[in-house]
């Protein structure tokens, strides 16, 4: 295989998290599309069904860091030379297609965004495609979504100019916002954008949803208003030499 996806990872107290990783884990390993590791950041590893993929733990029960999730997952993968980033709570049931058009292993540096669309699935409707593998009823649509949110694909190439993911970004909120405008401004990565639909798991809103930490959101913020004014200094603000 020559594509690894990477997916983030923290339960959450009610399971459903962990529920919703196990399904996509159940359903990537039935295509045998490629190499999945599960990067969890906790105090405490979580007892999973892997279905196959690695599991890499990352002892820290801190404020989440996805990029540091993702990043760890691309650097410990590195004979791949695509990587999938995807969340623990969405299915691409096209992605193999994609990869096997744009995936060409001499590509230049190159960002897909794999989705035209977020399709939020219910509660009723998550379940079904658990137990049946189907779906029925009407969707929640969310258009203009970012190209690094839910699912993104690169090669090794877009990662090492890029310095993969801003690790600087904690909690919820930003960073594929920031990756999604490196990619698109730095210069010398190929983007491309393809049409299919993401479908997003349902899972309980927690409270605090959709700022765990309203201070460090304002960082966040600052940072991807970082990328878009001047993405070179960005870049050097984060300690990544420009080639």
């Known amino acids: 295989m020559d594509t690894v996806m990477v997916i983030p990872f923290r339960a959450d107290a009610e399971g459903y998290r962990r529920r919703n990783l196990e399904f996509i884990l159940k359903y990537y390993a039935a295509k045998r599309l490629c190499d999945i590791v599960v990067v969890e950041q906790s105090q405490r590893p979580t007892d999973l069904a892997l279905q196959g993929a690695r599991h890499i733990h990352l002892e820290d029960g801190g404020a989440f860091n996805r990029s540091r999730c993702r990043n760890a997952g691309a650097r410990a993968s590195a004979e791949q030379p695509w990587i999938i980033w995807s ?40 379940q079904q495609l658990m137990h049946t593998g189907h779906i029925e009823g009407s969707f929640q649509c969310r258009r203009s979504i970012c190209g690094a949110s839910g699912m993104c694909i690169l090669n090794r190439q877009a990662f090492d100019l890029t310095g993969g993911m801003d690790e600087r970004f904690l909690g919820w909120g930003g960073e594929d916002d920031a990756f999604d405008c490196l990619c698109r401004t730095l210069g010398g990565i190929t983007c491309l954008a393809l049409d299919d639909p993401l479908l997003h798991l349902w899972h309980p809103r927690e409270p605090d949803l959709p700022i765990y930490d309203p201070q460090q959101y304002r960082k966040n913020l600052a940072m991807v208003h970082d990328c878009q004014r001047d993405v070179r200094k960005y870049q050097r603000d984060r300690g990544i030499v420009a080639p």
Do not use: C, M, W, Y
């Not at 969340?87 to 540096?109: F, K, N, Q, S």
């Open 87 to 126: 969340d623990g709570d969405v299915i691409h049931p096209r992605v193999e297609a994609h990869l096997a058009a744009h995936a060409a292993p001499a590509a230049p540096p190159t960002f897909i965004n794999p989705k035209n669309a977020l399709l939020d699935l219910s509660e009723r409707q998550t």
